[in-house]
């Protein structure tokens, strides 16, 4: 009986985490109070979960920080065909964007150690990716990998952003990603001419 309550109170704390995430992407300085309005429940009881609005945005953040993990490891990394695993990821983690991009603006995540240690361990697979494309002459060899790694993930960011305030459409999002990160901003005529 005990493992059935546990169950139901973890269902009820993630039905709160997704009222919280759909408020604070609206509305990123949500109180408290108004986050347990929005869930249809007492401060009291969004107490009873979580503590203070800190801790609410260390458990979004971790939250986030799995849901892109998970989707990390559903796309297969072909070795032979390794130039697609980018533009699958992307495809991929566009969707994701209205549950994650608030949290860049939190600085209760942003500066959390335990966070930025996920977060780290999250992006080695994809740093080790960039460095097999390098290798293969996708990507350049004389740019860091880090650096490639935070531009595709400052492109991503902006963009789930952009998607948000209605300036880029969600169906077009991954292809613009995709093209600024390997074109940039070059008219394609004048790519093709050098």
Do not use: C
């Not at 790694?149 to 969600?170: C, D, I, P, R, S």
């Not at 077009?172 to 390997?182: G, Q, R």
């Amino acid at each position: 009986m005990k493992k059935d309550l546990s169950a139901l109170k973890e269902a009820r704390f993630n039905a709160i985490l997704d009222s919280a995430t759909i408020l604070l992407v609206e509305n990123p300085t949500a109180s408290m109070n108004e986050i347990a309005e929005y869930a249809g429940i007492g401060i009291a009881t969004l107490h009873r979960y979580v503590e203070s609005r800190e801790k609410l945005m260390l458990f979004l953040g971790h939250r986030a920080i799995q849901l892109v993990s998970d989707t990390v490891n559903q796309i297969p990394l072909d070795e032979e065909r390794s130039e697609n695993y980018i533009p699958e990821l992307i495809e991929a983690l566009i969707p994701l964007g209205d549950k994650i991009y608030f949290l860049g603006h939190d600085a209760t995540v942003f500066n959390n150690k335990e966070l930025g240690e996920a977060e780290e361990k999250l992006r080695e697979p994809l740093r080790r990716i960039i460095e097999l494309l390098q290798q293969r002459g996708y990507f350049q060899q004389t740019v860091s990998s880090e650096w490639i790694l935070n531009t595709l993930y400052a492109l991503l960011f902006h963009t789930w952003e952009q998607v948000h305030e209605g300036n880029v459409a969600k169906k077009s999002a991954a292809e613009l990603v995709l093209n600024t990160f390997y074109y940039g901003f070059k008219a394609k005529d004048e790519l093709r001419g050098k």
